[in-house]
């Protein structure tokens, strides 16, 4: 198990009371984007009670579609309706979608290796975990001492593990870093949502990945694209 | 500020890198790849040699490793059967070790097709469970276990099962090779031979491919021969792809190649070509099959086979005056290796042929390999579970099976008849390649429990109650494997890379925690090391040695050619009249006998037959070899032109092929390469699990057609007694 991520919350003493406020409001937009895409991540981790429980009673989507609506205009925003009835149901949708046919894992939609000397017959082929933006993370998770959990060891680049990263950096991390973040790791959700499109069956998740593209194209917008 | 009552549950643990965060420029994906792209080039490449698990021949290969990840794939220069090349399987079947369609946590079926993952723990305690149950209410004969065994498994399923008190293990040969190994047991004393195929004559493959089911070394050397002057000569109702590297195709009537064999031992008797010596001093009942040969002329033959009688007794005359150095190879599966009702007599008179050529143990000839000595573990440290006293269910009825391979089909036929209560499985895939997938599944579904251990949702696995997800061949060590032969060897498979899946297990383990879990751990008390080390120690080689070579061959115990050495027979020695056919109701030499069935005008008999870049089912969820697949339409039917121009139908036509037992549509390939009785179809498509979903859809399992069954002496699975007729439909 691992221990909460830890805030540290820094007060702003404001000598200007203008200036004040406009840190503060900064910080509140700062910590209810990154309060975003941690309900998201949430939302593609394999459903245990904690999570149902946070989801049944509404709780967690209407904290999401608040924060969200901070940042987009809520009449605009994807809605989710396809809403799992039951824990086991919601497992039963992940284990038929997130957890095989439509893995949430962004080695699987790009290009294995950049590396031209690497000689398997895969090197130059989607479709397999491990490639070379999970070793991209792997580098980011080192550098900045960042641990995971050991079964997402050799699955960095998972989708729930990306957007922890994201609101984490959005917190901590300069634009820029933010910026390229955004750029490098998020650019397969299309070929991801036509994947949970043509699954067919409940619409739960392809519904949570809209919101989710929704919200980093927003995002992207303000980090100047 | 930040107003959530949601409780959070993060993934993520951060250290004090918050501040370093705060200033850190950026770390793009573009910089990083460059970097790691420019410094890989100077970057340690580590090399592991292992053995591949593209196919049951386990070449060696080298495993080269960059930052973690695997590499490349070399063939390992010492392994005898790649002797430093791989083919396209194993290149392939690599990319398993990375695919996203893998077994990743144990899982427990909720319904229909339809599972939970539960934690190992909840998986062992309701396997253990429900085995000592099902033991305590029915005995031990009534669970089983059944696997296509690599090293480990060959050491450790028997064990796990003979723990139990069953001795129900059985192997897949019921659909490999279980008439070939009976033919040859009971006549030579072992189930196979090897062809010394470098230094033979003349070499005649029946039903057998080099150039479909590879090693690389033995289409090297058979090209190399070839070179030398060897006559290569096919039977086969299908023109092979071995084709180009032969004289001679004979496109044989599929199912009477006994009559081949039986006429042209005849011819070797008539022309006085045997080997009388090598008969008189090694064999027992020449005469009583001499007599009966004299049945079956070339021109007999003729009417069965289609082949000419001049063409039988040259082939047979050309053999007979190359003696000792040439030979029927032995086949696995090949035309007798579990595919008509007289094909264990068919192996047996190919057997009694190259005994009739004095080829046995003779340079160019058929050879009786010798094993290295190994080691085994101390009993009074590690005890064994005492051997059931149990009859293996299935050695009554068919006595003559090999017995360590058994006949793995009795399960589910037991299954029917409420016998059967239990089923483990491990790499291999019953429920769709062992015999009548609803046949089987009925089968399954009357069983209390089946747990399935594989890599990919097989077929079998969605019709079990517990799937163990194994580690794949990349990512384990394994027990030494044994290397029998000409010269003997070991070979070790090693892990090349960390477990992608961490919930992911390799037998060894998984056998030692359910061991425990089911109250017999005393029997699993060592470790895969101390294992090896024990099997190791008369070798006289370290464990540290054969880690670092991967293959390690023993040249001093060569078999001295020229040499016959005591058969392992009741007489010691070659038997063309057997004692144990008698007892067992069979005539003790062999007599022809015709196929079970048998097409008509308007039929065809449904043949199969491997391709050099699948096996089995167990690569068709591999994209990069099902590409070529698609790319070169290699699930098509094969179809002769005359038979194709009768019925209308074209190359690249969408037909229906419908037996008794199915029906199926696919599209033809139109090719005088195959007999016009037979119809074609490759054995390694006809995917039904939704979850491999590169290999569902393409093409049609042909054992869809075949209907359950048991060849009366070995128990095998007549997998070509299969009449289809075929029509023309829309598409």
């Given at each position: 198990m691992f221990h909460k991520v830890i805030f540290p919350i820094v007060k702003i003493e404001s000598l200007v009371h203008k200036r004040g406020v406009i840190l503060d409001t900064i910080l509140d937009q700062k910590q209810s984007a990154s309060r975003i895409f941690s309900i998201l991540a949430d939302l593609y981790k394999f459903p245990e009670s904690d999570i149902w429980e946070d989801f049944s009673c509404h709780q967690l989507l209407d904290e999401l579609r608040r924060y969200a609506s901070e940042w987009y205009d809520s009449n605009s925003l994807v809605e989710i309706t396809d809403l799992p009835t039951g824990l086991k149901q919601m497992q039963q949708i992940y284990a038929e979608s997130l957890s095989g046919p439509a893995l949430p894992v962004e080695s699987i939609y790009k290009e294995w290796t950049a590396d031209r000397t690497c000689k398997l017959p895969f090197a130059r082929s989607k479709g397999y975990l491990l490639g070379d933006s999970a070793l991209h993370i792997r580098f980011i998770l080192e550098e900045f001492e960042i641990e995971i959990p050991e079964n997402y060891r050799n699955m960095p680049d998972h989708l729930a593990i990306l957007l922890e990263l994201l609101a984490f950096f959005l917190l901590y991390a300069k634009a820029e870093f933010i910026k390229q973040f955004l750029v490098d790791h998020f650019d397969w959700l299309d070929e991801f949502a036509l994947r949970l499109e043509e699954l067919g069956g409940n619409q739960f998740y392809l519904q949570v990945t809209r919101l989710l593209q929704q919200m980093l194209n927003k995002l992207t917008s303000i980090y100047g694209y | 500020m930040l107003d959530s009552k949601i409780s959070r549950r993060s993934f993520i643990k951060a250290s004090a890198a918050t501040t370093v965060l705060a200033s850190a420029g950026t770390a793009s994906f573009q910089d990083w790849s460059g970097k790691y792209v420019k410094a890989s080039e100077k970057t340690e490449i580590k090399e592991i040699a292992s053995t591949c698990n593209g196919c049951s021949s386990k070449c060696g290969i080298i495993g080269h490793i960059k930052n973690g990840r695997l590499w490349k794939l070399t063939g390992h220069p010492d392994h005898p059967y790649s002797k430093g090349k791989l083919c396209a399987r194993g290149h392939g079947y690599a990319t398993l070790v990375y695919s996203k369609e893998r077994l990743t946590e144990p899982l427990k079926r909720v319904g229909e097709g339809k599972f939970e993952p539960i934690s190992w723990d909840q998986a062992y305690k309701e396997i253990a469970d429900k085995l000592n149950k099902i033991i305590k209410e029915n005995g031990p004969g009534a669970v089983s276990l059944t696997e296509d065994p690599r090293a480990t498994g060959k050491f450790y399923s028997p064990r796990f099962i003979q723990a139990l008190g069953s001795p129900n293990y059985y192997t897949h040969h019921v659909v490999c090779s279980n008439s070939r190994d009976a033919g040859f047991l009971h006549t030579l004393g072992v189930t196979a031979t090897s062809a010394d195929i470098g230094s033979a004559k003349y070499i005649m493959f029946i039903g057998r491919s080099y150039g479909d089911a590879i090693r690389p070394s033995s289409v090297q050397s058979l090209a190399d021969t070839k070179e030398n002057g060897a006559k290569i000569v096919i039977v086969d109702p299908r023109l092979n792809n071995t084709g180009n590297l032969a004289?001679?195709?004979?496109?044989?009537?599929?199912?009477t190649d006994l009559a081949l064999v039986l006429a042209m031992s005849h011819v070797l008797i008539k022309q006085n070509l045997y080997d009388t010596e090598f008969i008189n001093n090694y064999s027992i009942g020449f005469e009583e099959y001499a007599k009966e040969l004299e049945n079956y002329t070339p021109e007999w033959a003729e009417k069965l086979t289609g082949i000419s009688a001049d063409t039988i007794t040259r082939i047979a005359t050309d053999m007979g005056k190359a003696k000792p150095k040439a030979l029927i190879e032995q086949s696995?599966?090949?035309?007798f290796g579990c595919n008509y009702e007289n094909s264990t007599e068919t192996g047996r008179a190919v057997a009694l042929f190259n005994a009739m050529l004095g080829n046995i143990q003779q340079q160019g000839g058929s050879i009786i390999g010798t094993k290295p000595h190994l080691g085994a573990l101390d009993p009074a440290k590690y005890p064994s579970p005492k051997k059931p006293e149990l009859k293996k269910a299935g050695q009554e009825e068919f006595p003559l099976a090999y017995e360590e391979q058994g006949v793995a089909t009795i399960v589910a036929k037991n299954a029917m008849e409420g016998k059967m209560k239990a089923a483990i499985f491990h790499h291999s895939n019953p429920a769709l390649g062992y015999g009548n997938p609803k046949y089987m599944k009925k089968a399954f579904s009357k069983m209390d429990l089946i747990v399935t251990i594989d890599v990919q949702m097989s077929e079998t696995a969605l019709l079990s109650d517990y799937i163990l997800p194994d580690v794949t061949y990349i990512e384990r060590d394994e027990a030494i494997e044994s290397l029998s032969g000409k010269t003997p060897g070991i070979a070790l498979r090693q892990q090349m890379v960390e477990k992608v899946h961490p919930e992911t297990k390799p037998i060894h383990q998984i056998y030692s925690e359910l061991a425990k879990a089911c109250g017999f751990s005393q029997y699993f008390n060592f470790s895969l090391d101390e294992l090896n080390e024990a099997m190791l120690a008369p070798t006289g080689i370290t464990y540290q040695q054969l880690r670092q070579k991967g293959t390690i061959m023993f040249p001093d115990m060569t078999i001295e050619l020229g040499k016959m050495p005591e058969l392992k027979t009741p007489s010691k020695k070659v038997e063309f009249s057997s004692e144990k056919f008698k007892e067992a109701g069979f005539s003790p030499i062999v007599k022809w006998g015709e196929p079970k069935v048998s097409p008509k005008e308007d039929s065809f008999r449904l043949i199969t037959g491997k391709q050099a870049i699948h096996s089995h089912t167990q690569t068709a969820n591999t994209p990069i070899l099902m590409q070529i697949t698609k790319d070169y339409d290699l699930e098509r039917i094969w179809m002769n032109p005359i038979r194709a121009k009768d019925l209308g139908i074209k190359d690249g036509d969408l037909v229906e092929v419908k037996s008794s037992e199915a029906v199926s549509k696919v599209r033809v390939k139109?090719?005088?390469?195959?007999?016009?009785e037979a119809i074609f179809v490759p054995s390694h498509y006809g995917i039904t699990s939704p979850y491999q979903k590169t290999g569902v859809g393409v093409g049609f399992g042909y054992m869809e057609h075949?209907?359950?069954?048991?060849?009366?002496?070995?128990?095998?699975?007549?997998?070509?007694e299969v009449i289809v007729k075929v029509r023309k439909v829309k598409g």
């Open positions: - | 004289n001679e195709w004979l496109a044989i009537r599929p199912g696995w599966r090949g035309a139109v090719t005088e390469r195959i007999h016009p075949v209907p359950f069954d048991f060849e009366a002496r070995s128990g095998a699975g007549n997998m070509q």
